[in-house]
């Protein structure tokens, strides 16, 4: 029998929140090894599952289970991994190791805590992007409300009572609609109650008349939706990550965005194509208001680190505008740019933290001339934001032109739209890059700013690489992605317009090769 690398993956965190445990609440020191070794070590396991994984294999890979969970509700605890997840697996312990790195200085209080809510947090984003089982991704999706819930709360800035009760109302009214789909599905699985399950196999096989589609879509869509957030659901959105401490920021941006993106690839896509191309302009509209809309508001911003947070809802904008695009370019820099965002926004607020220790204030006003003083920082911010723009050469580009690319197929004033949001974002970018780094350092509160440290620096290393090894090589990530790709948007476009049995083959076939396999290993 294969190892199950998967179910590794995703409950070592959880190892080292036991470790934890047993610690004293004052080794800090301890604790905090602890916490960035499990991530580590999870991070070292998604880089052997990357080497591992055959991209031209559009089956789910490593496939754990299906095993009974709640048997005499169907509900099964399964886990597999294909193109759409694969770089999302990476990206999550990437990203925790480098928060809780980030935390060494900045998190003094209550960092037994701390810890074991960022471990928490990346054994739930983890089973968001592997589960198959629509019951078990509803529980790991609830599971990383708490820990982030608890982030906010606790060791936020001063109005971080109010962010977090915000952040959790939002996430779960649109979950609870989740849930009622999800329930919905399961009843029609079967007439017999004991034949019922919520095996995300069994579902997509099923016939869905297109007006139950839409209704389910939107409950779908809507969740999803405030988890991007697309807009005009990202109220939540900047109060979340201004007060979050600069961990939270790194991993709310990071990734947690990502798994609404996910989730409308993952399951509103294939399981209901008659909806999702009906609502191809809506959603394409909204995401289009949403790059312009947080392009604008970003200008305006007098806080970094609000200007930063403001600029994700216009960047998620472009990964759903290439999502709905439904065409191969567009989708496969959908995932990409998910990637791209998770990295360079994650870099960004780590950045902003850096600062912020040292200066306690974010206001772009109090700044100016650093990198006269700070040339090392001023490099590293330099780089990012260039990624961020989509500068040629960084990763930021290589997702961009493949979304314009493939929205230009499908709608070319849409790609001319989006078009200028990237302009837009060039602005509100180098705009703030050159207030605060350039010109002269007249305050001085600055001129005793010391550089990166050996630490922040080594945190900053791989975030450099990894900008200019997808802006230089994509095919390393592409030829992992595309071919999945290519199957999502296929079965879309023919379960609603042929709608017969053979239309059904395509996911049946993914998960049944996958699980027959399993089986006779």
Known sequence: MEWPILTWIVFLPLLGCLVILLLDKTWHNAIRWTALIATSVDFILTIILFCKFDGSNTDMQFVVGPFPWIESLGVTFSLGVDGIAILLVILTPFLTAIAIASTWTSIT????????????????????????????????????????????????????????????????????????????????????????????????????????????????????????????????????????????????????????????????????????????????????????????????????KSLVAYSSVAHLGFVMLGMFALTTQGVTGSILQMINHGIATGALFFLVGVIYERRHTRLISDFGGIAHVMPLYATIFMIVTLASIGLPGTNGFV?????????????????????????????????MVQRVFFGKCDKE?????????????????????????????????????????????????????????????VYNSSFENAREKGKSE
């Open 109 to 304: 209080e209550k960092v037994k805590g701390f810890m074991i809510s960022m471990l928490l947090l990346q054994t739930g984003m983890l089973g968001v992007f592997v589960a198959t089982d629509l019951f078990l991704f509803y529980i790991f999706w609830e599971v990383m409300l708490i820990p982030m819930y608890f982030m906010i709360g606790i060791w936020g800035g001063g109005r971080k009572i109010y962010a977090a009760v915000k952040f959790v109302l939002f996430t779960m009214f649109g979950s609870l609609l989740m849930l009622l789909a999800i329930i919905k599905l399961y009843v029609m699985t079967s007439p017999d109650p004991l034949l019922r399950t919520t095996d995300l196999m069994t579902i997509l096989n099923m016939k869905i008349t297109p007006d139950l589609q839409v209704w389910l879509f939107l409950a779908f869509a809507l969740a999803f939706a405030i988890k991007v957030p697309l807009f005009p659901f990202h109220t939540w959105l900047p109060d979340a990550h201004v007060e979050a401490p600069t961990a939270g920021s790194v991993i709310l941006a990071g990734v947690l965005l990502k798994m609404g993106t996910y989730g409308f690839l993952r399951f509103c896509l294939p399981l209901f194509p008659d909806a999702t191309l009906q609502f191809v302009p809506l959603i394409s509209i909204l995401s289009l208001i949403g790059i312009t809309y947080g392009a604008l508001i970003s200008m305006v911003q007098k806080d970094v």
């Open 399 to 431: 997702g961009e032109f493949l979304i314009l690319l493939g929205t230009f197929k499908a709608n070319p004033v849409y790609a001319v739209i989006g078009t200028a949001g990237i302009v837009l974002a060039a602005v509100y970018m180098l705009w």
């Open 445 to 505: 509160e600055n001129r005793k700013m010391a550089d990166m440290n050996c630490r922040e620096a080594f945190i900053a290393l791989p975030i450099v690489i990894m900008i200019f090894w997808i802006g230089i090589y994509p095919k390393t990530f592409i030829d992992k992605i595309e071919p999945s790709v290519k199957k999502v948007i296929e079965t879309v476009k023919s379960k609603a317009l042929a709608g017969d049995e053979a239309a059904f083959e």
